[in-house]
């Protein structure tokens, strides 16, 4: 009826089409990601084939999987959408916050078979939400504060290591665990992670990476020029260091003679010197810029003894500035105006066969440098973005330091609290709390499969545990038992848990009480004719 009064090219799927369609997409991206899931969670190879790029790239990373994967599917997106901003946000559980949303509307959609209305199961889910929260809540330990330096060291520890024990890291997350720790304790709370700068360089062993006091640019020094400079004061710049030519568009210089050209050319020499007269006049020893420095200037830079420094990058000059103290200019007509970066020496490095510039002794104090090594590209790939998760979900501990237990603890003890508010809540919201608690144990039961294991005897052993008072328990995916987490060390971000839940909830909620999905064509555009 609707589309009657409709522009052509509008769709409209109502009723059981639309949420039928809703389910079936956002289940599937759950499917997708859930075998990546867990410390023996598989990986994927991404594989792209554009005309121009076939290259590939193998990860366990739900966020990786899904912004990869091109969405039709309206609710589907949803679910990239949610792992997206887990990513942003904390780092970690983002194929966690996927998989849970996925669960949730596998029983929402039971429950709808059996003739419950959606609000009906929003309401009962917003109140299993809640008393999972607090549940979660009250679970949580906080090493945080004065005093309890060398204990919060010890959590930050075993948070690294349980985000690491899923990525390809694995068998080295130990040493990259303590990598993780010493690189983030160095921001002293400035929580930027921007301080923190990774180099890939292909060759060597994992175990080779290494964390290096400084800071590293993948440059390289001009010909002729010192390899080694002390109490370095560093100008910044991002100005055009080629010969200033006539730019203007279908511009043409006629001249008569040869002689014309060379007095051309030597105007345009005259006005690069000057420019870098004024460089020099900074009192730098050092001038590193984002674009490129040409013969002619780099020569005059040699002649005075000056490090320079051609086409940092603009991630890489902003980076300096933060570290150095410095500022990035591009006109020098004051000097008394420009804010010089500090460090006590710059000097050339090599790590394997290629030559890089350290930075060290910088004005912040936090700045370092990640050297990661490996045997391909692909795995130096994956080894970045293993280590960039646990970075991120130290910052995020360090802001809200509580910690609580991981290998599915916290969640079959959410869902103990949940089916034990069932039995006060009167009516068929009761129903909703049951499949809530029903969807949060289903994750310990994915990670048990992905490792080989028998989930359903694991869960049921887990369960009881919870119930025997060993508020602790979780899965020992080494030995396919139900041990002791804190024992093991096995510990997750109370702040990443948290956002794990809410997201889903949220997410899962939404997509229940969809009843239509409208497809709207976009507006043709009128041809005028002149």
Known sequence: MEQAYMHAGTQVDKGENARLS?????????????????????????????????????TNDGATILRSVNIDNAAARVLVDIAKIQDEEVGDGTTSVAVLCGELLRQGEGLIAQRIHPTTIAQGWRLATRVARNALEKSASNNGGVGHEAAFRNDLFQIARTTLSSKILLHERDYFANLAVDAVLRLRGSNNLDYIQIIKKPGGSLRDSYLEEGFLLDKSMGVGQPRRIE??????????????????????????????????EDAERSKMRIKVDKICDHGCNVFINRQLIYNY???????KKIMAIEHADFDGVERLAAVTGGEVVSTFDHPELVTLGECDVIEEIMIGEDKIIRLGGCKSGE??????????????DEAERSLHDALCV?????????????????????????DA????????????????????????????????????????????????????????????????????????????????????????????????????????REQQGY
Not at 28 to 57: C, F, H, W, Y
Not at 367 to 380: D, E, K, P, W
């Open 297 to 303: 200037p780099e020569s005059i830079f040699t002649e």
């Open 231 to 264: 109490n370095a004061k560093i100008l910044i710049a991002n100005t055009s260091m080629d010969t200033d030519k006539i730019k203007i568009y279908g511009s043409k210089v006629k001249v008569d003679s040869l002689m014309k050209v060379a007095e051309i």
């Open 421 to 524: 508010q069932v039995g006060q809540i009167p009516g068929k919201k009761a129903l909703a709390m049951e499949a809530y608690a029903k969807a949060l144990r289903m994750l310990p039961g994915i990670v048990a499969d992905n490792g080989g294991y028998d989930s359903a005897e694991l869960v049921t052993q887990l369960r009881a545990a919870h119930a025997a008072g060993k508020g602790c328990s979780g899965l020992n995916m080494n030995e396919g038992v139900v041990g002791d987490m804190k024992d093991m060390g096995v510990m997750e971000s109370y702040k990443s848990k948290l956002h794990v839940l809410l997201s889903a909830s949220e997410a899962a909620e939404m997509i229940l009480r969809v009843d239509d999905i409208i497809k709207v064509a976009p507006r043709q």
């Open 22 to 58: 809703s389910f079936v997409g956002a289940i599937a991206i759950a499917d997708l990601v859930k075998t990546t899931l867990g410390p023996k969670g598989m990986d994927k190879i991404l594989q792209r084939v554009a005309e121009n790029d076939q290259s590939i790239s193998v």
């Open 367 to 380: 700045a370092c440098s990640i050297v990661l090594r490996g045997a391909s590209h692909q795995m130096l």
């Open 394 to 418: 130290l910052v995020s501990t360090i802001k809200d330091p509580r910690t609580v237990c991981g290998g599915g603890c916290t969640e079959i003890l959410m869902a103990a609290a949940v």
